[in-house]
């Protein structure tokens, strides 16, 4: 098992910045395993989730079309973490944002974080 931990949601307002992390480790100390995608999810309430950014281990990139510009995801390979830099945010943005991995462990699998709370006030 691989396991996400998400963290620097929060409360900002509109035009500020926010930047989340993700840090996926192995569940079992020890526990082997290679990382081929991380990525970001939104979910705002009444919505279904969509996809914000993606990144390859190779470093190719995918963002969401709205927010291109304004949203910029990096990996550092070597600690197997995502980030996801926030800027120019807008009421909109407001969203439980969840990371994603897609990885190799025993076989692949694609994994998901608990999520955290991004609020944008206007």
């Known amino acids: 098992q691989v396991q996400l931990v998400e963290s620097g949601g929060g409360l900002v307002q509109a035009g500020g910045s926010l930047r989340l992390s993700c840090a996926a480790s192995?569940?079992?100390?020890?526990?082997?395993?290679?990382?081929?995608?991380m990525g970001w999810y939104r979910q705002a309430p009444g919505t279904q989730r969509e996809l914000v950014a993606g990144i390859r281990s190779g470093g190719s990139t995918n963002n969401a079309t709205s927010m291109k510009g304004r949203f910029t995801i990096s990996m550092d390979n070597a600690k197997n973490t995502v980030y996801l830099q926030m800027n120019s945010l807008k009421p909109e943005d407001t969203a439980v944002y969840y990371c994603?991995?897609?990885?190799?462990?025993?076989?692949?699998?694609?994994?998901w974080g608990q999520g955290t709370q991004v609020t944008v006030s206007s």
């Open positions: 994603t991995a897609v990885a190799r462990h025993v076989d692949v699998q694609q994994y």
């Open positions: 192995g569940s079992a100390s020890g526990s082997i395993f290679s990382i081929l995608f």
